[in-house]
């Protein structure tokens, strides 16, 4: 984590994101996706303000040091191993009341705020919208809607930037690792640092992809539906990986189609793809996309794998046979 914040911090774009959220409000909403750059992005937000040197910040002071390493005791955290609740409320309300220990201000980051039931998001009303001068909210949320309307409008709202496919490579330290398993989860990764992550640390990810691969080349009749439904299944939690790659591989052959292959920096993949893009018309591709978040939306409600996988590759076929 500690060379992942001196990276950020050196990126242009994140200096000129901190110097934006640093001159908000007291309490800020951080929305991403990329559970590791909110993190990231948190703790450089209080190293801001709290730095004891000019160069902000310079990540080897007294104070930089103690945010690095959690040991801040005016830094308190919430909704890491689990979701805030009432108790939580109730204790950062009155906490809030007390002055900082070290530091100039006090900080409550809120982690995975979406998932703060309504009751704790409630109680939290009064203490955001008028907080002692020292007191700053900083609430790390991937999904907004999750969040009550009442704690939104008290809150100034920054969606933070993603990496572009270099910036994520040049972040991920892969020099004592695999840097082929880098470049290929970076193209699928689409900016996430925490996704890039777990594809890396995956290692059923390259032969997800692979099935994924002759599925497209090989699914063309009724009679194959059978073979890739019990290869699929034997995915057992990996399905949402593999929907999530089909996904992001029928786009890139969209892409392709568009005459825009140079977006595809993985020429491997590119030259692969190319040759399915051949094969299918643009109109089928947007179909199969849809079908397929349909399919994302499904699982989210704990639906029957077996038969959604039987459901998806049968809708392939017709709609390939229907758009060609």
């Known amino acids: 984590m500690s060379s992942y914040l001196f990276q950020v911090s050196q990126l242009k ?64 955290v919430f909704g890491e191993n689990k979701s805030i609740v009432v108790e939580d409320s109730n204790f950062i309300v009155q906490d809030s009341f007390v002055l900082p220990y070290e530091f100039k201000n006090k900080y409550y980051i809120l982690k995975n705020f979406e998932n703060a039931t309504p009751q704790a998001q409630n109680k939290l009303l009064k203490v955001i919208e008028e907080p002692q001068s020292y007191v700053k909210f900083v609430l790390l949320v991937n999904n ?63 032969d997800i992809y692979a099935l994924c691969v002759r599925l497209l080349t090989n699914l063309k009749t009724s009679a194959d539906v059978l073979e890739y439904s019990s290869q699929i299944l034997k995915l057992k939690d990996k399905f949402q990986t593999f929907v999530e790659i089909l996904i992001l591989m029928y786009r890139d052959i969209l892409t392709i ?32 996309i849809q079908e397929l978040q349909g399919v994302k939306e499904k699982l989210k409600y704990n639906a029957n794998i077996s038969g959604v996988v039987d459901s998806l590759l049968l809708k392939i076929l017709e709609i390939k046979h229907l758009c060609k």
């Open 13 to 76: 774009k994140y200096q000129d994101f901190l110097n934006k959220i640093t001159k908000g409000s007291h309490a800020i909403i951080l929305h991403s996706e990329d559970t590791i750059l909110q993190d990231i992005i948190a703790k450089l937000f209080v190293m801001n303000f709290e730095c004891e040197n000019d160069m902000v910040p310079c990540m080897y002071c007294t104070s930089c040091q103690k945010i690095m390493d959690n040991n801040a005791l005016d830094v308190k």
């Open 257 to 288: 189609q568009q005459s825009k292959p140079e977006l595809i920096e993985n020429k491997e993949q590119q030259n692969i793809l190319t040759v399915l893009a051949n094969g299918i018309s643009s109109k089928a591709v947007i179909n199969i």
């Open 144 to 206: 907004l809607d999750a969040v009550l309307s009442t704690i939104k409008s008290r809150c100034e709202i920054f969606d933070v930037p993603r990496f572009d496919t270099l910036e994520l490579k040049n972040i991920f330290d892969f020099r004592v690792g695999d840097g082929k398993k880098v470049s290929f989860g970076a193209e699928y990764a689409s900016g996430n640092l925490t996704k890039l992550t777990q594809i890396y640390e995956d290692d059923d990810f390259q």
